[in-house]
């Protein structure tokens, strides 16, 4: 069956905040049997929203609407919905009965004069609230299907989970589920137009005759993207890899599944018993923020030295002050010594250390912004290498992070 999801506020079009619900609701619907044929952002604005609806009625099966359901006065997904399908907005004694439950497990009273969430429009249906006051909607005419859900994304994810898939599953047969698997050749250090141009320009078409193909760039590599019934995973995922394997590509792959870097390396790590650390100066901390968003990193990950200031490099990691002077901080010097600092400080198995220029100032004549040190340290290796990359100051610190995040991986599938 097919989705969309139209999201509404001001905010997100004024880039106050981030839109979090679409990116989720893309990787949780194919795994319920649904597929997310659009996601649409548009303003509190009465004419936006029944246009909205109008439109997406035409072109999908369900309609999952974000936002609008607050108590304050630009919250008025509630008042549009009831307007379009022509419904009075009305409240009863079991919609007050669930405000006054949803107020209660926060040990709150409900006060009706503070807003009007027990107005619902009639023949829709209240649907409970895990984490907050808003309760959520649901309609259904015709075969199609509309839910509204808060726009706070703890309370978007768990009414979906929680309630939106279950309703569905009681309204339509088990039929229009149909669950889209999907897997991942990842590769790094050739672009696209080389490895459907050069490399192996019958790649697509060889893997479409067994799957839906897509590719997909992302930092330092390209993500091909194969989707399929869930029912012929094992024989589509075999026949995947033995294409590749039996192409230029496979030395370019250093993932066939979903993993994202630093969950394979917390992975991997945790596998061999192999514990990590690093020695942080352009990242500032943000490789070791990578590591320790993964569950379980805590049995792999020892610690970090964000090491700033060149005081800092000589005081904790016993950076000779000598390199310092006669290479610079950007240095393979430099990096080789913070990265074996790192692993004598943190008594760990492989130390990864980073020092570079993330700009806009800060460059030399034969180092420009983008240059980075990567150094490695484990029991029998130490050493280093010096690598240059494009973009802004953001996005060089996760070009940064990354290199010595496949070093890392590359350490770990050697030891």
């Given at each position: 069956?097919n989705?969309a999801?139209?999201?509404i506020?001001?905010?997100?079009?004024a880039?106050?905040?981030?839109?979090?619900?679409?990116?989720w609701?893309?990787k949780y619907l194919?795994?319920?049997?649904?597929?997310?044929?659009?996601?649409?952002?548009i303003?509190?604005?009465e004419a936006?929203?029944?246009?909205?609806i109008?439109e997406?009625y035409?072109?999908?099966?369900i309609?999952?609407?974000?936002?609008g359901?607050?108590?304050?006065?630009?919250?008025?997904?509630?008042?549009?919905l009831a307007?379009?399908f022509q419904?009075?907005?009305i409240?009863d004694d079991?919609?007050?009965?669930l405000?006054k439950?949803?107020?209660a497990?926060?040990?709150?009273?409900?006060t009706p004069?503070k807003?009007a969430y027990?107005?619902y429009?009639r023949?829709f249906?209240?649907?409970n609230?895990?984490n907050?006051?808003a309760?959520?909607l649901?309609y259904?005419?015709?075969g199609?299907?509309?839910l509204s859900?808060p726009?706070?994304p703890?309370?978007?994810?768990s009414?979906?989970e929680n309630t939106?898939v279950?309703?569905l599953?009681e309204?339509?047969s088990d039929?229009?589920?149909?669950?889209?698997?999907?897997f991942?050749?990842?590769?790094?250090g050739v672009?696209?137009e080389i490895?459907?141009?050069e490399?192996?320009?019958?790649?697509?078409?060889?893997?479409?005759e067994?799957a839906?193909v897509?590719?997909?760039?992302?930092l330092?590599?390209i993500?091909i993207?194969?989707?399929?019934?869930q029912a012929?995973?094992?024989?589509t995922?075999?026949?995947a890899k033995?294409?590749?394997e039996?192409?230029a590509?496979k030395?370019?792959?250093w993932?066939y599944?979903n993993?994202?870097l630093?969950?394979?390396i917390?992975?991997e790590?945790?596998?061999?018993?192999l514990t990590i650390g690093?020695?942080?100066?352009?990242?500032?901390?943000l490789t070791?923020?990578?590591?320790t968003?993964?569950?379980?990193?805590?049995q792999i990950?020892y610690?970090?030295?964000?090491?700033y200031?060149?005081?800092v490099?000589?005081?904790?990691l016993k950076?000779n002050?000598n390199t310092l002077?006669?290479?610079?901080?950007?240095?393979?010097e430099c990096?080789?010594e913070m990265a074996?600092?790192?692993?004598?400080a943190l008594?760990?198995?492989i130390?990864?250390s980073?020092?570079?220029?993330a700009g806009?100032?800060g460059?030399?004549p034969?180092?420009?912004?983008g240059t980075?040190?990567?150094g490695?340290?484990?029991?029998?290796?130490?050493s280093?290498?010096?690598?240059?990359h494009?973009?802004?100051?953001?996005?060089l610190?996760?070009r940064?992070?990354?290199s010595?995040?496949?070093?890392l991986?590359?350490l770990?599938?050697?030891?």
């Open positions: 069956m989705c999801l139209l999201i506020g001001d905010e997100l079009l880039g106050r905040t981030r839109d979090l619900n679409g990116h609701l893309s194919p795994s319920v049997g649904l597929k997310l044929k659009q996601i649409k952002i303003n509190d604005h936006e929203i029944k246009a909205s109008v997406l035409e072109t999908v099966d309609i999952i609407t974000s936002g359901l607050g108590p304050t006065k630009d919250d008025i997904t509630k008042n549009i307007k379009h419904k009075d907005l409240f079991k919609s007050i009965e405000i439950s949803l107020y497990k926060f040990d709150k009273e409900w004069s807003n027990h107005y429009p023949d249906e209240l649907l609230n895990l907050g006051y309760p959520g649901l259904t005419s015709k199609k299907t509309i859900a726009g706070v703890r309370e978007f994810k009414m979906v939106f279950p309703k599953k309204i339509y039929d229009s589920f149909q669950v889209t698997d999907l991942s050749i990842r590769t790094r672009p696209e490895i459907f141009g490399l192996c320009p019958t790649l697509w078409e060889d893997l479409s067994i839906k897509s590719s997909l760039p992302n330092l590599g993500d993207v194969l989707y399929f019934n012929d995973k094992d024989i995922i075999s026949k033995a294409i590749i039996s192409s590509l030395e370019h792959v993932q599944g993993l994202e630093e969950e394979l917390v992975k790590a945790t596998e061999k018993k690093f020695a942080e100066s352009c990242t500032g901390g070791s923020s990578k590591i968003d993964i569950s379980g990193s805590s990950f610690g970090s030295i964000v090491s200031a060149n005081s490099k000589t005081n904790l950076v002050a002077e006669n290479f610079g901080a950007v240095s393979v990096a080789k074996l600092g790192a692993r004598n008594e760990c198995d130390a990864i980073y020092t570079g220029i806009p100032g460059a030399t034969t180092k420009p912004v980075v040190g990567i490695w340290a484990t029991k029998s290796e130490n280093s290498t010096l690598l240059y494009k973009g802004d100051r953001l996005g610190k996760e940064f992070s990354r010595g995040l496949f070093k991986l590359e770990i599938r050697d030891h």
